[in-house]
């Protein structure tokens, strides 16, 4: 059983800083792609940055320059540094991982339980 534990999130003032983060666990022999997503109300949900396993990073556009991914391979943790939030920014966040279960076997997509990001003043 492979489980994905967000923390962090919560109610910040425009300009403000949150940082998110998700760890891993259960039968994992290996992890592909990290990342988060988030969801706001009435939209639908969007890729904000992803981390693969080779290092590669992406970033929505309009994260670009605010948001920063890390991601520690040995604790398969990731984490996302949320700096100038802008009440834009506020939506329910998803950590999402490519996990693969055994040597050889595919990979499968799990996610996290969402953390609620709220930007305002």
């Known amino acids: 059983q492979v489980q994905l534990v967000e923390s962090g999130g919560g109610l910040v003032q425009p300009g403000g800083s949150l940082r998110l983060s998700c760890a891993a666990s259960g039968s994992i022999f290996s992890i592909n792609t990290m990342g988060w997503y988030r969801q706001a109300p009435g939209k639908q949900r969007e890729l904000v940055a992803a981390n693969s396993s080779g290092g590669s990073t992406y970033y929505a556009d309009s994260v670009k320059g605010r948001f920063t991914i890390s991601r520690d391979n040995d604790k398969n943790t990731v984490t996302l540094q949320m700096n100038s939030l802008k009440p834009e920014d506020t939506a329910v966040y998803y950590c999402?991982?490519?996990?693969?279960?055994?040597?050889?076997?595919?990979?499968?997509?799990?996610w996290g339980q969402g953390t609620q990001v709220t930007v305002s003043s």
């Open positions: 999402n991982a490519r996990i693969r279960l055994l040597a050889g076997g595919l990979t499968s997509n799990y």
